[in-house]
C-alpha cells in the first residue's frame, strides 16, 4: 500500500510540473526552432493558437521565429493549427510542412515533397526526377528525354517519342510487386504525416 502510494505521489508530481504555453497565430507562414527539446507527440488542430505541453521549457517569438528552449533534454506534446504552413531552417537544408503537404529542400536545390497519395523526389541538377504514387513508380530523365513507368501492368519506358512495353512475365511480376509496395508506403505516408514531422523535428534538432 506504502509503495502504491509513493507512487501516486510520483505521477501526481510530474503532472503537477507540466506547462502549458500557447502562442496566437497571425500569419500563413512560421518559422520553428528547437534546442533542447523534443516532440513526444504532435497533432493538428483547427485552433488559432499554437499549444505546447511539457516540463522545465519556454517558449518565445524572437524574430518572426517561434523558438522552443530547455536547459536540459525535455519532451513536449505540440498542437500546430491548420491553414497554416510551419518552416524549419537547417545546416543543410530546409523543411516546411503543413497537414497537407511536406516539403524537404536540399542546399543545391533538390526537393522532396510528399503530398497527399504521392511521393516526388526532384534533382534540378541532374534533370531527374520520380513520382511514386496509385499509378505506380514514374522516372523522368530530362537529359536522355526518357520516361520509366513501373505498375501492376508491367514496366514502360518512353524514349524519343516511341513507347516500349516489357511486358514478359517476370517484369509484369515485379512491376506488380513494387506497385504494392509503393501503395503500402503511400498509405503509410498519409496515416503518419504528424508522425514523419515529428521525427523530422526530433532528428535535426537533437
Known sequence: MKKIFVALLI???ALGTAEVH????????????????A????????????KAKGSNFQMKEEDGVVKF??????????ALPLGVTYHLQIDDGKYYFNDEVIVIKGE??????IVEG???????KENFTVKINQEGILVWDEDDDKFVKISSEGIFVQQDGTEE???????KLVGGIVNSVADLALDELKKNRS???KEIINREFR
Open 118 to 124: 504521392e511521393l516526388q523526389v526532384i534533382d534540378p
Open 195 to 197: 508522425e514523419i514531422i
Open 39 to 50: 516532440v513526444n507527440m504532435l497533432e493538428f488542430t483547427e485552433a488559432d493558437m499554437l
Open 108 to 113: 543545391d536545390g533538390e526537393l522532396v515533397r
Open 165 to 171: 512495353e516489357k511486358n514478359g512475365f517476370i517484369l
Open 11 to 13: 505521477v501526481l508530481a
Open 69 to 78: 528552449t530547455a536547459a536540459e533534454k525535455t519532451k513536449i506534446d505540440l
Open 22 to 37: 500557447t502562442y496566437e497565430i497571425s500569419r500563413d507562414d512560421i518559422y520553428l526552432e528547437f534546442n533542447n527539446v
